[in-house]
Nanobody
């Protein structure tokens, strides 16, 4: 089983940066695809970035050029570097891991607890 613990959320001003971290426990983490989802009040949950077990990345149009997802399987961590933040990025961000098809659809088997990101304008 895989447990995911997130950190790095907080309050930043428009144009600022944050780095979210997803720390995984379990010896099978490296086999899974990982995604970062976000959900704002009254809005549909949205996959903003994903990374495959091989390191291939993909991003939603809303964050392309601003966010970068990376993974270090040796450290069992996945990062989401968020730059040039906008108020529309305000949401609870969730780390998600599982089979690639599931991550890209509605979410894989494993979820973090969520971390709040708030961008002021």
């Amino acid at each position: 089983q895989v447990q995911l613990v997130e950190s790095g959320g907080g309050l930043v001003q428009l144009g600022g940066s944050l780095r979210l971290s997803c720390a995984a426990s379990g010896n099978t983490f490296s086999i899974y695809a990982v995604g970062w989802y976000r959900q704002a009040p009254g809005k549909q949950r949205e996959l903003v970035a994903a990374i495959t077990r091989a390191g291939t990345t993909n991003y939603s149009d809303s964050v392309k050029g601003r966010f970068a997802i990376s993974r270090d399987n040796a450290k069992n961590t996945v990062l989401l570097q968020m730059n040039n933040l906008k108020p529309e990025d305000t949401a609870v961000y969730y780390c998600n891991a599982g089979l690639l098809t599931a991550v890209l659809a509605t979410g894989g088997k494993f979820w973090g607890q969520g971390t709040q990101v708030t961008v002021s304008s």
